[in-house]
């Protein structure tokens, strides 16, 4: 019996369902430590311009410190459900490549408006 990969278990999706997915860039305010978390991560609050702003907690504090963090812009899910995280309210996905170092965000080439949804 053979391994089964990532890749044999793509199904395609029509344009349709890839413009129910809110994946909008917005500009990271504000990073605290969660101390609570099972695995290091931060809490991190970020502007999405007229989305207004939206918290998640993060499994990133690998390869990222607070202080990087802050006024650095990233790419989020924001229309997914809201998801408790033991004492925190996560109101949006951050995205990023997990690797076995750490999660890399995904990265934006040059500034956009908060709120500037992926095309």
Do not use: C, H
Not at 13 to 30: P, Q, S, Y
């Amino acid at each position: 019996m053979s391994e089964t990969k990532e890749t044999d278990q793509i199904s395609e999706i029509d344009w349709a369902d890839f413009e129910k997915v809110l994946i909008v860039a917005g500009t990271v305010t504000r990073v605290e430590a969660f101390p609570e978390a099972r695995k290091p991560a931060w809490k991190v609050w970020v502007d999405f311009g007229p989305w207004g702003e939206k918290k998640t907690s993060a499994q990133i504090a690998a390869l990222y410190q607070a202080e990087d963090l802050v006024g650095r812009q990233i790419v989020g899910v924001i229309n997914f459900p809201e998801k408790q995280i033991g004492p925190f309210r996560s109101q949006f996905l951050l995205t990023g490549f997990p690797t076995p170092e750490g999660v890399v965000l995904t990265a934006i080439e040059r500034p956009v408006p908060n709120g500037t949804r992926l095309a």
